[in-house]
């Protein structure tokens, strides 16, 4: 059995920010080195200076607003950008602390496992938070993908043929074990569901 | 009055107890292999746990189920009917949205299903981690020790059911924490860690955990009053772990061109990119090869350099024909000396350099510091060949892995939904376009789906035939030429310097001029080729572009092979075998200039294409054609002229030990040249593109007839062609390989003990039956590989066949128990009126 402590204090000073035990704690956490961590707690310094204070020792509660978030160039032009920050959001409602803010970017990095990103991929496209892709979200999934290009029936055909295709209990509706059965077969997947920081 | 008739719904349920699934005992046995096989083998106990776990996080409120509530508190009794009451009343306004004709309980039922709740809600996600740290540990030490365990963590179903009875809901999601905090305090640091990293739940959760196992484990440590020199293996520990860190993240900042590979992928999406990341593979690939070479046969020859003859002067023209003044330097086999370089005796053996006798090595040997040059060239180039393949099989099946899957076309359209959005681009134009391409895409996919029975006829079928086969009989008649071209091409260019040789040379910059002919020849050839191909691409009009994109692989890939095969013959069997009719002192520098040449021509020719393919037709198109297209970035023919590069720089490592630098450099400048071209030429392309398959079938052609070509070809080099007499570090050998024999032989001379040594060396080495020996054990293993592949393909095909069968269980059993329920509900009520009544 190993051992091991963490001292309590670390008091690297390191470009500004003082790392503390939370950004260790972030390094445990998520796939992110700390220079990585540090990168991204400049972007998210970035969106709103006034706010997030450079000192992060003593885990200041602070969250930015979704419309802030969604600013940023890596999700601007992404359909799903506001599921996106929604699902990491711990109120649902896209308020994002720094930490949920580094979390976000931990799923969507390379290193990222295929089953935690299955998961998160599968909260972000559960528009209406019922925990199964019903037809109502993938109709909107559609649309969002498409720019609204398909006609409606056309709409209509594929969420039903998609359905049909996926679900395996016969619910009408896919539940995460379907997704994550559907996403296996998708090799590309782990490539496609991934922003580069 | 509501509240009685909710009684009453419940009544019926302990009623029918016995017989319905609805029961505890019932749902457990029932629906346990399911469970288990959701819990990923968890047994049945940590299963139960699980559905226990959902019911308590249900009551909490907690529940993302929305309307679909807990199983259990209805055999509660009555304590539980004010909250069935309110899940009621949820019921009938939800149950319309759903359209379902299912009882409510059957719905409870359902939702307490695994597949339902696994991965959710964060007390599934609790307890599925702790069922993992739980396996980890046991796979950690061999015998888990049972007194470890708190009581209720000892595997016993009963056990559970027992404890989730009596203890209330908030208090056994403690427990559990607590249990998982203190199974990630037993785990080690990098499987702690890598836990943690996996869980699906939020950073501050998951540092909670983090934090409540590291005090615990303060407090063990604490406590225990640690003897000094443990301590200080703490420290130890945490300092390595500090620096592990920072090794990390130095190694993070050493990560080539991340800033260029974000700009490309967010404007192009993954399937450039990957030609991107095949380029820096192959310049790792290189680096390696130039790093062990350099540190081993450059390096050392360069600290010794032995005398020359007479030096050239500079003419400019060298840098293209890697001749004149390049030939004795480094950069060639011939180059390099027969004997043991040491320090004290190099004036005394760098004077006579050529014949060098026997003796002077001697002298040197016996003092400290020697370094055997034949030696350390024949290992250093067989270690780094052995080292690459490991390190390409490695990837090869790394990457099978990845893009391993069952080939059943059904579930497509469902795959293009979720997964063909690439969240990597950012690009405005680009995602416009991919949205359009998503549309079109679909589309397609829908007709497909509903004309998947329009067959052609037999006149149509014929038709087809017959230009497959004229477009296949065009690009192998095409090929041939070629080939053939090339093949006596070579031998004019041969002959013709029989006859300079004879005659003295008038013009050495013309003559070394004359060499660049068969490298732009099959250069020229390598950039035309392709485009008939495509021609005949475009007339034979495949519907599918992964098939289209397959038949030019192919067809490119036999134009190369070809190509390489007659230049190998020319190289090994013409020059190599009568290196005296064209007078040549030192053949392997002469080969070693030829692939420098064609490396060097291969590039110039991307170049131009790069030029005149992507950039002035995007001028003329723009201009002329007043077309807004711009051209589309061929990436499959881009990647097969990479490895068509490196077959060259590994042909050629041997002669040409600095080969890998010149490919560095021209990777290096490939990589900025193409991605500046990229951007300012070419548009995202308009088809689909496989990524990952694509990129294991690159890998797999880069290891099979690239590198594999290329270490038979030295391979056979080294075993079999007798090496120039006059220069190198192999003269006076018979084969490169009796370098080692010699060695052997001085060891055996110096030192009789070893004489076991040299038999071993002549039965093992000398012997080509240990070749082919090791040959047959390494395809053996290959074969039995694929075979599990195979296995694991049929048994994953079994596994679903039997996912789908039991979902026809289930629906079976549902309706069943639905239809018993209806029975039994309609003579309850009737009593509870009765009740009611009273």
């Known amino acids: ?197 | 009055m509501a509240r009685n008739v909710n009684f009453d719904l419940n009544h019926p349920l302990v009623e029918a107890g016995l017989e319905s699934p609805i029961d505890e005992e019932g749902v457990h046995d029932s629906f346990s292999q399911l469970i288990a096989e959701q819990s990923q083998n968890g047994g049945p106990s940590e299963a139960f746990e699980l559905q226990q776990l959902q019911r308590d996080l249900d009551e909490e409120g907690r529940d993302d189920v929305g309307y679909l509530s807990s199983p259990g508190h209805e055999f509660r009794g009555s304590r539980q009917v004010r909250r069935d009451m309110e899940w009621e009343d949820d019921e009938t306004q939800t149950d319309p949205l759903i359209g379902e004709r299912w009882s409510s309980a059957t719905m409870k039922v359902l939702s307490s299903m695994p597949s339902r709740t696994i991965g959710r809600s964060r007390g599934a996600i609790i307890s599925q981690y702790y069922n993992r740290t739980m396996q980890l540990r046991r796979r950690r030490q061999s015998r888990p020790a049972i007194r470890d365990f708190s009581r209720s963590a000892r595997p016993s179903i009963r056990g559970y059911g027992m404890e989730a009875d009596s203890i209330d809901a908030e208090g056994t999601e403690v427990s559990k924490r607590e249990r998982l905090v203190n199974n990630l305090q037993n785990l080690s640091v990098s499987d702690r860690v890598r836990m943690l990293r996996a869980m699906p739940l939020s950073v501050a959760e998951k540092s909670d955990l983090r934090m409540l196992a590291l005090q615990k484990e303060k407090r063990t440590l604490s406590s225990s009053k640690l003897p000094c020199c443990s301590r200080l293996k703490y420290y130890i520990i945490i300092a390595a772990r500090q620096s592990w860190y920072s090794w990390l993240s130095f190694l993070h900042s050493l990560q080539l061109w991340q800033v260029a590979l974000k700009r490309v992928s967010g404007r192009f999406g993954t399937g450039v990119l990957s030609y991107f990341l095949f380029l820096k593979t192959l310049l790792f690939f290189n680096i390696f090869l130039f790093l062990v070479t350099g540190a081993f046969l450059v390096l050392p020859q360069a600290v010794h350099p032995p005398v020359l003859p007479a030096e050239r002067n500079f003419s400019g023209l060298e840098l293209l024909t890697g001749a004149g003044y390049f030939s004795d330097t480094v950069m060639y086999y011939g180059y390099y000396c027969n004997y043991t370089l040491h320090k004290s005796c190099r004036d005394d053996v760098g004077g006579q350099n050529v014949s060098v006798s026997n003796g002077t090595r001697l002298d040197c040997v016996s003092k400290h510091h020697s370094y055997n040059m034949p030696l350390a060239y024949f290992f250093t180039i067989g270690v780094a060949f052995f080292i690459t393949c490991i390190i390409l099989v490695y990837s090869m099946s790394k990457s099978f892995g990845q893009s391993f899957r069952i080939d059943n076309s059904h579930s497509i359209l469902a795959i293009k939904v979720f997964c063909s959005w690439d969240f990597k681009v950012i690009k405005k134009t680009s995602v416009r376009l991919m949205s359009e391409n998503i549309g079109t895409q679909l589309k397609e996919l829908l007709a497909e789906v509903n004309h998947k029975n329009v067959k052609n006829t037999a006149c149509q079928k014929l038709w087809r035939l017959l230009v497959h086969g004229l477009a296949w009989a065009i690009c192998i008649a095409s090929t041939a030429a070629c080939v053939t071209a090339i093949y006596y091409f070579s031998d004019h260019m041969h002959q013709n310097l029989q006859q300079r040789s004879r005659s003295t040379i008038k013009d050495p910059l013309l003559f070394e001029a004359s060499l660049l002919a068969l490298p732009v020849m099959v250069s020229l050839i390598n950039l035309l080729l392709p485009g008939l191909f495509n021609l005949a691409a475009w007339m034979e009009d495949y519907e599918s572009p992964s098939v289209r994109t397959y038949v030019a692989i192919g067809r490119n890939l036999l134009l190369k092979v070809c190509v390489l095969g007659v230049l190998c013959y020319h190289w090994l069997g013409r020059v190599a075998a009568d290196p005296a009719s064209i007078k040549l002192k030192c053949w392997e520098s002469f080969v070693g200039q030829e692939l420098y040449r064609f490396l060097l021509m291969e590039f110039i020719f991307t170049l131009l294409d790069t030029l005149f393919g992507e950039f002035l037709w995007r001028l003329f198109s723009e201009r002329v054609l007043k077309r807004r297209r711009k051209p589309v970035f061929d990436i499959a023919r881009n990647v097969l002229e990479l490895i068509y590069g490196q077959t060259l720089a590994w042909l050629g490592v041997l002669f040409t030990p600095l080969l890998p630098a010149v490919q560095i450099i021209k990777l290096l400048l490939l990589f900025y040249i193409k991605k500046s071209s990229v951007m300012m030429n070419c548009q995202a392309p308009r088809k689909p593109y496989r990524v990952s398959q694509m990129t294991t079938i690159f890998i797999t052609l880069l290891c099979f007839p690239s590198f594999l070509g290329a270490s038979v070809c030295v391979t056979y080099t080294m075993w079999s062609i007798t090496p120039s007499s006059s220069c190198g570090p192999f003269r006076e050998l018979k084969t490169m390989f009796q370098a080692g024999k010699r060695w052997v032989e001085e060891l055996e001379k110096d030192n009789p003990n070893l004489s076991l040594l040299a038999r071993a060396h002549a039965y093992l080495v000398e012997n080509p039956l240990f070749l082919f020996l090791g040959a047959g054990i390494f395809l053996i293993v290959i074969y039995f590989h694929s075979q599990v592949v195979d296995g694991q393909r049929k048994i994953i095909n079994l596994l679903q066949e039997q996912i789908e069968n039991e979902g026809e269980d289930k629906k079976f059993l549902i309706t069943r128990l639905q239809s018993i329920h209806e029975q039994k509900r309609t003579p309850a009520r009737r009593l509870t009126s009765q009740d009611s009544g009273c």
């Open chain 1, 1 to 197: 059995m190993k051992i091991f402590i963490v001292p309590s204090i670390i008091s690297h000073r390191l470009q500004t920010i003082s790392v503390s035990a939370v950004f260790l704690s972030l390094q445990d956490c998520t796939f992110f080195t700390r220079k990585e961590i540090l990168r991204l707690h400049g972007r998210y310094h970035e969106l709103a200076p006034h706010l997030v204070p450079m000192d992060y020792t003593n885990d200041p509660d602070c969250k930015l607003p979704l419309a802030l978030i969604v600013n940023m160039p890596e999700l601007k032009e992404n359909p799903f950008r506001n599921r996106i920050v929604e699902s990491f959001s711990e109120d649902g409602m896209g308020n994002l602390s720094f930490n949920e803010f580094v979390d976000m970017f931990s799923v969507l990095s390379e290193t990222a496992s295929r089953e935690l990103k299955a998961i998160y991929a599968f909260k972000i496209y559960d528009f209406n938070v019922d925990n199964y892709l019903c037809k109502e979200d993938l109709e909107k999934t559609l649309n969002r993908l498409t720019k609204e290009e398909l006609t409606p029936e056309e709409v209509e055909l594929v969420c039903q043929k998609s359905i049909e295709e996926a679900d395996l209990d016969g619910d009408n509706k896919l539940s995460f074990a379907d997704f994550e059965n559907m996403i296996t077969r998708a090799p590309d997947f782990l490539s496609t569901f991934h922003i580069r920081i």
